[in-house]
């Protein structure tokens, strides 16, 4: 296919959210695409009719978008600035699996005809049996092929089977291995071998009349005209089938790439089912603390069979985990793309760090650095199969965070504004409302730089969501900064509200020069600006003072000061 205009695909299945494995298969495919002015597709797999949803697969694509991983062909998707991705400008839709069934029976017709495939009727308890009985004789299980079946003719007995098919009569349909060797030619891997008989005649229409995974993404590659199959190497057991299929069909073979997986930094592999593990671990510290699995499961809404399940490892529901997380506290660890999203981390960091996850451009910096930081145009440019290595790669979360920490700081305060309010519009929508347009450049100055994520910069400004007459005080802080020395911090509190009160306008450089001038009469700006933390936030903790008191505005600001002076010289 070396002669054909490069296209590559991502094909992700819309039963759940973006797992960043997939995002990292899906950037990397673009950036193949674009370094080699070709063309990048999205294709949604749902032939999985009760696992798939219209719902995950708008979320997918919404994710993708995020990332500014935006594909050239498939489903389209309008944007908030009014373009639309996606697309079938090359005529190869529709890129919904379930919307192509017709193409897949009349590729299966061929098979039949041609003595490649052939309609079984067993039904699965027989199946079933025929397993159990081979792993008691300790063997492995080989579907058996009927005798009647000759591969390459369409005789009399393969005929009989399809009158019985087209009759109605429940069946799938299952195609005939090679009898040869299989071989397989990998970019990243080498060559890879399957012998002659290690597979077994495998079904490839469902008795619902949906194909399998393997046929219909055989079928979907040549008819869309892929030429690049680049996914992770946990998909290599599935390849060989994909060439026999290919070569049953008269079907060129695309170029192979699989990439290495990711893990997490304890080498087990990192997946949905660690939200299961962390939330199960942490409900049965509770359990062996004394909490009942009945007022557990009455606290998360549901049956306590089912949470015992959950508890005894029999099912990894990530519904109950969710759940688990929301009654207890409980912070479970990021997986998916929205995940990250929702924690408060930049699109472009989170493309350079999966750029390095199985990839590295081979520079280095001017300090003779390995170069680690780059943008998706940087990708795009210099980004090739030959750089993939084979080792599976480790999701370093440490280094995740301090990428995002260095995008955020190297933001101009402008834009770290803006998008952190875009941030909170759709994560804390509270504290948007909370402050006043015109005084968040205010806020945002103030969080910036402790904020690792948007959302601490959310965590910073926790102050600012505080109901005025209701928050509490830390004991310790009140004792220690406001009734200590016979109320020193309390007086302080008193002089600092008369000058407050006159300040116009109530803005942060007027507040810096009141602070100043109370911090040289007062022995330094420690003395005074922790009694008027623990007055405002209720702890001796909070963003710079001037800011602080402005996001609240002079009315807010005064009324705690008054409530806290009340409450502490009681």
């Not at 399940?309 to 969710?322: P, T």
């Not at 996850?357 to 090739?384: C, I, V």
């Not at 009141?514 to 702890?539: D, F």
Request: proline letters at 6%; glycine letters at 8%.
């Amino acid at each position: 296919m070396s002669d054909s205009p490069v296209v590559t695909r991502f094909a992700p299945s819309p039963t759940g959210h973006l797992h960043v494995g997939g995002a990292r298969s899906a950037l990397f495919c673009w950036a193949y695409a674009k370094n080699r002015a070709g063309r990048f597709m999205l294709r949604i797999e749902d032939t999985d009719a009760a696992r798939s949803s219209d719902d995950s697969a708008r979320g997918i694509m919404e994710d993708l978008a995020w990332l500014g991983i935006e594909w050239d062909d498939g489903p389209a998707l309008p944007l908030s600035d009014g373009r639309i991705v996606g697309g079938d400008g090359r005529g190869v839709g529709p890129f919904f699996q379930a919307r192509r069934v017709p193409l897949y029976d009349r590729c299966a017709e061929q098979l039949v005809k041609s003595g490649r495939a052939y309609p079984a009727f067993e039904s699965s308890d027989v199946i079933d049996g025929q397993r159990r009985e081979a792993v008691a004789a300790k063997r492995t299980y080989r579907y058996p092929r009927p005798a009647e079946i000759e591969p390459g003719r369409f005789n009399d007995g393969l005929k009989a089977r399809w009158d019985r098919a087209l009759a109605g009569e429940s069946h799938v349909l299952r195609f005939v291995v090679p009898s040869h060797e299989i071989i397989v030619q990998d970019q990243v891997l080498g060559e890879v071998k399957i012998a002659a008989g290690e597979l077994d005649d495998f079904v490839i229409r469902k008795a619902d009349g949906f194909p399998t995974y393997h046929f219909a993404v055989v079928v979907d590659d040549e008819t869309m005209g892929v030429t690049h199959v680049m996914r992770a190497q946990e998909h290599l057991a599935n390849t060989p089938r994909h060439v026999a299929l290919q070569q049953a069909l008269g079907f060129r073979t695309p170029a192979y790439a699989h990439m290495p997986l990711i893990m997490n930094m304890d080498n087990s592999k990192m997946s949905k089912r660690d939200k299961a593990k962390v939330a199960r671990a942490k409900l049965q510290e509770r359990v062996a603390q004394g909490l009942t699995t009945q007022d557990a499961a009455a606290a998360l809404g549901i049956p306590q069979a089912e949470l015992a399940a959950f508890l005894a490892k029999e099912n990894d529901s990530l519904a109950v985990a969710e759940k688990i997380a929301r009654v207890y506290d409980v912070p479970l660890p990021e997986i998916e793309v929205c995940d990250f999203r929702a924690a408060g981390y930049l699109p472009e960091a989170m493309c350079n760090f999966l750029g390095l996850l199985g990839w590295n451009p081979g520079m280095k910096t001017a300090d003779g650095k390995d170069l680690e930081k780059f943008d998706l145009a940087f990708l795009r440019q210099h980004f090739s199969i030959e750089r993939i290595g084979r080792t599976n790669s480790k999701f370093d979360r440490v280094k995740l965070l301090s990428f995002n920490a260095d995008a955020i700081g190297a933001l101009p305060d402008t834009e770290f504004a803006a998008r952190w309010r875009g941030w909170c519009e759709e994560f804390e929508p509270t504290l948007a409302r909370a402050v006043p347009s015109d005084r968040w450049a205010w806020l945002a100055r103030a969080v910036k730089a402790r904020a690792r994520t948007f959302r601490d910069g959310a965590k910073a400004a926790s102050f600012a969501v505080l109901d005025d007459a209701t928050y509490p005080f830390d004991p310790a802080a009140v004792a220690k900064h406001l009734r200590a020395s016979d109320g020193a911090g309390l007086r302080l509190l008193a002089d600092a509200r008369t000058r407050l009160a006159a300040a116009e306008p109530f803005e942060p450089e007027v507040l810096h020069g009141i602070l100043e001038q109370m911090s040289q009469q007062h022995g330094g700006m420690g003395p005074v600006a922790q009694p008027i933390r623990v007055a405002i936030a209720g702890t001796a903790v909070s963003p710079p003072l001037p800011e602080t008191l402005a996001v609240l505005g002079k009315s807010r600001a005064l009324a705690r000061l008054d409530r806290c002076i009340g409450l502490a010289s009681t």
